[in-house]
């Protein structure tokens, strides 16, 4: 990462002040496009710290809404559309749902 682009980060850390999204959601939604991206390449491209992004892989592994795969030196990230929103007034929706607003990649077939 050169001395620009971490400026470029960091800028864009500081413009945020909030968002409609989380941090969850921002991971994810860059793990349907970016399969084999790093924690680092996440981290740079969303502006997110190294630790925010491996926390939030993390909790989506856990919970089954992200799937890592080891292929040599680095994992490579499988989403599953079919699990359901979090929050319980948007329960009765799939993550595939809201998710295909932004991403193609996470529409399902039909």
Known sequence: MT?????????????HGWTF???HAVVFLHVTGHPS???????????????????????LRRE?????????RQNVYDINPEMPMRHPSQMDHKVADFFSLFNKDTRRPG
């Open 64 to 72: 089954g809404y992200v799937r890592a795969t080891r292929k040599g």
């Open 21 to 23: 999204l989380t941090s």
């Open 37 to 59: 991206d790093t924690i680092q390449e996440i981290s740079e491209h969303l502006g997110l710290a190294t630790r925010t992004v491996a926390g939030v892989l993390t909790d």
């Open 3 to 15: 001395k620009n682009d971490r400026s470029s980060a960091s800028r864009r850390r500081r413009t």
